[in-house]
């Protein structure tokens, strides 16, 4: 919780909401009135009417006689920048509801029709563009809805929207629109089937809706329904569409069938008989999306081809616990909001922590294959075999999320040093289950939920890598408004156990963020003979999350030392009780120089189950934009000194120095062609003189309307006076650091070109490079000691050529010590051509190019960017060609 930024984000969620005081309602302009929704709040209402005769052309020209009778939506409110005032520009809305589908007719009425700006992109990516949105809210639960929207070119962009304010933007449903630019400004006409909604099987049905509208040389949105920063709500403020009636329930039934080949070219050894200059691959696979009733819909994906187009960032990591990495693979990404089940705080990788995480579905194989003086063949992630969500909502107002994937037993290929063939298991077959179940009460204000997740493995294979045999989380959830909606009490209550052999459960009792065996802590109990291990975690948290300017939130989370779900889901850190505190200031309404301003507040403190404080800090943010729309934010932090339980990985706790913290930057006017943004971050602990600093630009630029540019880096610079170096086990453990400085530098470039909204190009490329040198060793000598320079003493090194040796015990004997010093660089790119040749399909060709350097020893540290470069791109790269063609079908 060391950022504040943590705090900036939570406030800043809450700038969209509740609406001011209602705008006049124009009946005779085809809208029905206005009628009261749940809390007592008048919102408008248009009433459904049927197509009579054919349907609309979707053409964006409404010219179709079917329009006439369509009722009106008019008098659309900004939400920005002017809260409450009408639109500047002027909008129509018509709805018609026909036999397969939902038609809408948006007329968006332009002063300036030449001002009309329309970036031409791929699918789904934000731009510099006017657009208009539909918002369907087919439960009418007030909490879930389907967003499609659309610029002037035709660029389509679609999202889930799900627990009233937040978006899940994988969900990527067929359907049609057509834009016009004309005299009066520009139309979109669209076309919703039903089977990409989800509705019930009541013969006659009210559902929510809203219309919005973004002007971009105004910086402007305007909503037919509208919302204010004053509430933390979106979906529950939407209007009513009332009256449709006889709604056939589609047979959704959707086919996707693929193929993929792929051609890899890498560096290898010739010697090697499982190496060849040209890999090649190819496969086919099967997505399939079934309506099971009107409101639940099965995925299932067989065989699925599970290649990331993007390669993950490159990073360093020398701490001892794992770095997290976003999803990016179509199948988890879609639909993800159901079963997601956040249980961290804060900023980083510590923010990210899950009950689920998906990328554990298909990842490396954890075994390690011995190649006995020979070769080794080893698949670089594990197969899926078939994966498969049920999910939906009920008309009683459970919703439902059921997944299962199954993964292969992976076999490492080995040819020893004296020629004999063997296969070596190092991934066992595995089943991984999720179950979320919720139950919305008061129209959506309070909600009850369960979660379960498991993972199940043969258990002589997860033996034989010690591996747990079966890992369960599960736990309720609740969440309840009330106060006029301003104020939320929110918690749960998670139990946990892995099952295994008692090395699995020894080595779960060991591991990063637990350390059960750390010397000294009475309350731990490490048992190497265990075959099973429960914990639990807890939160529960009070919040003012609507009503005016300002907000504030309290909570305690717990986590005991047992608990244990990286099985399925990502966990950093256990053993520990935390309160936090937040207050903030959002001021979202414009002034004479400011569009808007916030300032906030928080602070926590935590203790371990053994009773010692292992944090104690506070921050204040903030950020603004001035009337030109730039803007900036800024942030002062203090974490005290503390224990820590982990710094010596396994040994007693040790305290740890006071740090002081700083973040800036500012960002330019989004409407302009060239963007620029700037952030810079620094960390000092002057009692270790101890110190770093992280800064970098980024620019993007529009030199067309179908293409942008952009380029960022970044510069980071560590001196750590204690960075881990290696444990050496002598009568007793010593535990040795050393001062490293550490350079990183990081360059990422991107180009997008569409061609059309259906056809771009996407050309991506970042080289990486970090150096560090290790210097003044020191060990532990009194970790619990008041002063700094007590808690260590020098290490005197001798330097060899295959690295230091040092007598780390004074027996007169020298110890090994390999040389920490190191240089990593790595450059990776990609080319993506993405065609969707017809709605639905898709046709991708694919280029991408890997090189990677690693050096250790002395010497390696040194950084100089030139130099570098060039030997990185000296390096023989990797080069990968792909084709991926997938057909959908709707019989």
Do not use: C
Not at 527 to 549: C, H, W, Y
Not at 810 to 815: H, I, K
């Amino acid at each position: 919780m060391r950022s504040g930024r943590f705090l900036w984000l939570a406030v800043a969620a809450l700038a969209v909401g509740a609406p001011p005081a209602a705008a006049q309602r124009d009946s005779a302009a085809g809208v029905a009135g206005e009628r009261s929704a749940p809390g007592g709040r008048a919102v408008p209402v248009l009433p459904a009417v049927r197509v009579q005769g054919a349907a609309p052309r979707i053409d964006g020209v409404l010219d179709d006689p079917a329009w006439a009778a369509a009722p009106i939506a008019r008098n659309f409110v900004q939400i920005r920048p002017d809260e409450g005032r009408p639109a500047s520009e002027p909008s129509e809305v018509r709805v018609l509801y026909g036999e397969h589908a939902l038609y809408i007719a948006f007329k968006a009425y332009d002063s300036d029709p030449s001002a009309v700006v329309g970036q031409l992109t791929r699918r789904d990516q934000d731009s510099f563009s006017d657009r208009v949105h539909v918002l369907v809210d087919s439960y009418n639960d007030r909490r879930t809805a389907f967003h499609f929207a659309v610029n002037p070119r035709g660029v389509k962009q679609d999202y889930y929207r799900f627990e009233d304010t937040e978006l899940d933007a994988g969900w990527d449903p067929v359907w049609d629109v057509a834009t016009h630019v004309d005299a009066d400004g520009w139309t979109a006409e669209f076309e919703i089937p039903y089977s990409q909604l989800r509705f019930s099987a009541a013969e006659r049905q009210t559902w929510g809706i809203q219309f919005m509208r973004d002007v971009a040389r105004k910086n402007e949105t305007s909503m037919w329904s509208p919302v204010s920063g004053q509430d933390n709500a979106v979906v529950s403020r939407f209007g009513y569409l009332e009256g449709l009636e006889g709604l056939s329930t589609p047979r959704r039934l959707e086919l996707s069938p693929y193929t993929v080949l792929r051609l890899t070219r890498a560096p290898g050894d010739e010697r090697d008989p499982f190496y060849a200059r040209n890999d090649r691959f190819g496969t086919m696979g099967l997505d399939l999306k079934y309506g099971v009733t009107s409101n639940l819909t099965l995925d299932v994906t067989v065989n699925p081809d599970f290649g990331q187009v993007e390669a993950d960032p490159a990073q360093v990591n020398l701490t001892a616990f794992e770095t997290f990495f976003g999803e990016r693979r179509p199948f988890f990404i879609e639909g993800q909001n159901i079963f997601s089940f956040g249980i961290g705080l804060g900023d980083g990788d510590g923010g990210q922590e899950s009950l689920f995480y998906s990328r554990r579905i298909g990842r490396a194989p954890q075994g390690f294959a011995n190649p006995q003086g020979g070769y080794v063949d080893r698949e670089e992630n594990t197969t899926i075999l078939t994966a498969a969500k049920l999910s939906g909502k009920t008309e009683s107002g459970w919703s439902i999320g059921l997944l299962h994937a199954a993964t292969a037993r992976e076999d490492a290929r080995i040819q020893t040093g004296d020629g004999q063939r063997l296969e070596q298991m190092i991934e066992p077959l595995t089943n991984y289950g999720v179950l979320r179940v919720q139950r919305d009460f008061r129209d959506g204000r309070s909600a009850l939920g369960l979660i379960g997740t498991g993972v199940v493995r043969g258990a002589d294979d997860a033996d034989a890598l010690a591996l747990h045999r079966r890992a369960f989380t599960g736990g309720l959830d609740f969440r309840h408004r009330f106060g006029g909606d301003r104020y939320q009490l929110s918690g749960y209550l998670i139990g946990s156990r892995v099952d295994g052999s008692a090395e699995a459960i020894a080595r779960t009792q060991r591991a990063p963020g637990r350390y059960l065996q750390r010397p000294g802590q009475d309350y731990l109990t490490y048992d190497p003979t265990r075959t099973s291990l429960e914990g639990f975690t807890a939160n529960v948290g009070f919040s003012k999350i609507a009503g005016g300017f300002w907000r504030f939130g309290t909570g305690v989370q717990t986590r005991s030392p047992e608990f244990e779900t990286n099985d399925i889901g990502f966990l950093r850190d256990v053993d520990y009780t935390l309160n936090w505190v937040w207050v903030g200031y959002n001021h979202f309404l414009p002034t004479r120089h400011l569009r808007r301003w916030n300032l906030n507040f928080n602070a926590w403190h935590s203790y371990n189950y053994g009773g010692t404080r292992t944090s104690l800090g506070g921050n204040v943010n903030g950020s603004f934009q001035l009337s030109n729309y730039w803007g900036g934010w800024f942030g002062y932090g203090h974490d005290g000194g503390v224990t820590s339980r982990t710094l010596l990985r396994g040994g007693p706790e040790i305290l740890t120095e006071g740090a002081h913290n700083g973040w800036f930057g500012f960002f330019s006017d989004g409407r302009k062609p060239v963007q620029v943004n700037w952030g810079a971050f620094f960390s000092i602990r002057p009692e270790s003189d101890s110190w770093s600093w992280n800064t970098g630009p980024n620019v993007s630029f529009r030199p067309s309307g179908r293409a942008t540019v952009s380029l960022g880096t970044f510069y980071n610079r560590r001196v750590d006076d204690r960075q881990w170096v290696r444990r050496v086990d002598l009568a007793e453990p010593h535990y040795v650091f050393g001062r490293i400085d550490q350079t990183t530098v990081g360059i990422t470039g991107r180009v997008d070109f569409a061609f059309t909204p259906d056809l771009s190009l996407q050309l991506y490329a970042q080289p990486f490079v970090s150096s560090a040198r290790y210097e003044s060793f020191k060990q532990v000598a009194d970790p619990l000691a008041d002063s700094y320079a007590d808690r260590f003493v020098p290490v005197r090194t001798t330097k060899t050529d295959a690295g230091y040796e040092a007598d780390l015990d004074g027996d007169g004997t020298a110890e090994f010590l390999p040389v920490p010093d190191f240089s990593f660089k790595q450059f990776r790119s990609n080319a993506v051509l993405r065609w969707e040749y017809r709605p639905g399909s898709t046709l991708f060709i694919v280029w991408s190019q890997s090189r990677d350097r690693f050096t250790r020893g002395h010497g390696a540290g040194g950084f100089d960017l030139g130099p570098d470069l060039g030997n990185l791109f000296d390096t023989v790269p990797t080069n990968v060609f792909m084709v991926k063609l997938s057909y959908w079908l709707n019989p």
